[in-house]
């Protein structure tokens, strides 16, 4: 069984909004950072997002401020990703991350659990 399995991906038409699923499995997400990366076909991955457990403060990647915003909901064990006026920079395999230590918001900490990822594809 994954630890973290994403969904909500598909193709989309510019403009659009899409929510992406990350649901954990065998932890407990309350005690860990959660983040959202993806993956545009031919470059390498990005972060997108890293929220931190506790005070649950969220950072978002430039690119996707103002557009895309994170949930947790710790009771479902599940994070979301609600993205709105998607373009075809969005487009990419979108994965969740989990993290034991909040430092892995700043780069001090690898991330210790991966999903495999979802596909988002914005075109029209």
């Known amino acids: 069984q994954l630890p973290l399995v994403e969904s909500g991906g598909g193709l989309v038409r510019p403009g659009a909004s899409v929510r992406l699923s990350c649901v954990g499995s065998?932890?407990?997400?309350?005690?860990?950072?959660l983040g959202w990366f993806r993956q545009a076909p031919g470059k390498g991955r990005e972060r997108v997002s890293c929220?931190?457990?506790?005070?649950?403060?969220?950072f978002y990647d430039d690119s996707v401020k103002g557009r895309f915003t994170v949930s947790r909901d710790n009771a479902k064990n599940t994070m979301y990703l609600e993205m709105n006026r998607l373009t075809p920079e969005d487009t990419g395999l979108y994965s969740c991350?989990?993290?034991?230590?909040?430092?892995?918001?700043?780069?001090?900490?690898?991330?210790?659990?991966w999903g495999p990822g979802t596909q988002v594809t914005v075109a029209s």
């Open positions: 065998g932890f407990t997400s309350e005690v860990y950072a």
């Open positions: 929220t931190t457990y506790g005070d649950e403060r969220t």
């Open positions: 991350a989990a993290g034991r230590s909040n430092r892995v918001c700043d780069g001090r900490e690898a991330w210790d659990l």
